[in-house]
């Protein structure tokens, strides 16, 4: 890949979203896009099946194209598969398998009948057949395709037909008739249901939860984040009652080079996330990007990470509500090049997780913390502000 970064310092805190180059484009994805290998051509009437998911693009928003993702080849892989521990290649080429179909649709004005199907789709736990009459999409927008994975290219599609029975968990049958129920406590109800995160991201992207008033097709990208940031709500609020922590403890784990350290510090809860991107890695060398909230809930996106941010953020949660504990928590995240793809937040989620399995280092002050840490991890704690409460503020038990 040419070196994009001498022309633009600034992809690294873009990420292909923003357009702050100004192009209206992406070239670091446009250039990525055809390493995607094409295992097939959409033209006229099709039969496959949907692995199951649907995507709902954002550009254009609130007229924008939604429909089932489908398989250029069906028994390619088992999508329920964890994909922790593939290869770069590997991953790339499974999701390469999986296209997006889209109509497009206004998502606030649904007709019951593309709703039904919607909802069969995104929905199912199981495969299901489908069939409609399509063709590739004369323009591709690569900026919509990279965000949770990596997909194949959008065919345009019509006469959606569903051609074997789904299978639904029954709540989410009934919430679908429940015209009362926020989305918000539905999504917490089938969480606590044992469904994963990326099922509850499709249900709340095909607009079938919520007050019936209210309801609305959300976009992949913006549902994605919306389901960890749910999440993370409503296990802040029981973990804002627990004891802190013992000890300061750092978690450390890698996937594709992505190197993750998380530091959790006695304290009140507090949520930190430093990421720098280097040479040779997707965007390029940058700054160290950083977002902070405290013990309120925030009230604006975290711009300067983006997702990743929500995604380390409902992980380290998630581990922290299950030992009944709260703390100040520090992620950072150094990204190499063997990270030349974007594979979408799912591996900072899986990644974060993976980490904080394993037997975490441990301390007794913040200043031995810093001495014993690599120089970019120091140079990420000089920045952090965590770092610097837990070394000048003073607590009650100080005193």
Aim: hydrophobic letters at 35%.
């Amino acid at each position: 890949m040419i070196d994009l970064i001498r022309v633009f310092p600034y992809c690294s805190s873009c990420k292909g979203t923003k357009n702050m180059c100004g192009l209206g484009r992406c070239p670091i994805l446009e250039e990525i896009k055809p390493m995607l290998p094409l295992k097939g051509i959409i033209k006229g009437h099709v039969e496959t099946e949907t692995p199951p998911g649907i995507f709902v693009g954002n550009y254009g928003y609130p007229n924008v194209y939604a429909g089932p993702t489908a398989l250029f080849q069906r028994d390619f892989w088992d999508y329920s598969r964890d994909k922790y521990n593939l290869s770069m290649e590997k991953i790339i080429s499974i999701h390469s398998n999986i296209y997006r179909t889209g109509q497009q649709v206004n998502v606030k004005k649904i007709d019951e009948r593309m709703n039904r199907n919607i909802m069969e789709s995104s929905a199912t736990i199981k495969p299901i057949n489908i069939s409609f009459e399509g063709r590739m999409a004369e323009k591709q927008n690569h900026r919509e395709t990279f965000f949770e994975t990596p997909v194949g290219p959008l065919a345009i599609m019509a006469n959606l037909k569903i051609q074997s029975n789904p299978k639904i968990p029954g709540k989410v049958d009934y919430f679908y008739e429940d015209p009362y129920l926020r989305a918000s406590n539905a999504i917490w109800d089938l969480y606590g249901s044992g469904l994963d995160v990326s099922y509850l991201q499709n249900v709340l992207s095909a607009g079938i939860l919520g007050i019936k008033d209210e309801r609305r097709m959300v976009p992949t990208r913006w549902a994605i984040t919306a389901v960890d940031d749910i999440l993370f709500r409503k296990m802040k609020s029981l973990v804002a009652h627990s004891q802190w922590v013992d000890s300061i403890e750092v978690y450390s784990s890698s996937f594709l080079g992505n190197d993750f350290n998380i530091v959790l510090i006695p304290g009140s809860f507090s949520f930190e996330m430093l990421e720098k991107w280097n040479r040779g890695s997707l965007w390029g060398e940058g700054e160290v990007s950083q977002d902070y909230e405290g013990i309120r809930n925030r009230t604006a996106y975290a711009s300067s990470i983006g997702g990743a941010y929500y995604a380390a953020r409902y992980s380290v949660i998630k581990h922290l509500n299950k030992i009944g504990r709260q703390a100040r928590i520090i992620v950072i995240r150094s990204v190499g090049s063997q990270y030349y793809s974007p594979l979408g937040v799912w591996v900072i989620r899986r990644t974060t997780e993976e980490a904080l399995k394993t037997k975490p280092l441990k301390f007794r002050t913040t200043q031995e913390l810093i001495r014993d840490f690599n120089p970019f991890i120091k140079d990420a704690f000089s920045r952090s502000r965590i770092i610097r409460e837990a070394i000048f503020q003073k607590s009650l038990e100080d005193f």
